[in-house]
Nanobody
Framework: QVQLVESGGGSVQAGGSLRVSCAAS????????MGWFRQAPEKEREGVAA????????VYADSVKGRFTISQDNAKNTLHLYMNSLQPEDTAMYYC???????????????????WGQGTQVTVSS
């Protein structure tokens, strides 16, 4: 059974930094995309960043380029998202995603992923 468990969210002031992590179990992520998404209240879930596991490819949403960094820790089967220069508009529930499917809009599309974690809240105050 695939399980994705996010951790590391919290509250921070604008300009601050946070790291969120996703521990994956029951799933072999080699040579496939995994991603981070976020959803603010009354907004659509949007892709933030994705990484092609063991392949080195990275993609970022324009809104986070230069501020967020996605990385993998194969030894611990863990995905990280380092978030710097956080702004109030980054406030959202952040979700880890796995189980990528081709032809569903690419690695920043929520329709491309089968498996989701429960989310971790990130709140940025001004």
């Amino acid at each position: 059974q695939v399980q994705l468990v996010e951790s590391g969210g919290g509250s921070v002031q604008a300009g601050g930094s946070l790291r969120v992590s996703c521990a994956a179990s029951g799933y072999t992520s080699t040579r496939s995309w995994m991603g981070w998404f976020r959803q603010a209240p009354e907004k659509e879930r949007e892709g933030v960043a994705a990484i092609y596991i063991d392949g080195g490819s990275l993609v970022y949403a324009d809104s986070v380029k230069g501020r967020f960094t996605i990385s993998q820790d194969n030894a611990k089967n863990t995905l990280h998202l380092y978030m710097n220069s956080l702004q109030p508009e980054d406030t959202a529930m952040y979700y880890c995603a796995a189980g990528y499917r081709l032809g569903k809009g690419g690695p920043l599309s929520k329709d491309a992923f089968l498996y989701w974690g429960q989310g971790t809240q990130v709140t940025v105050s001004s």
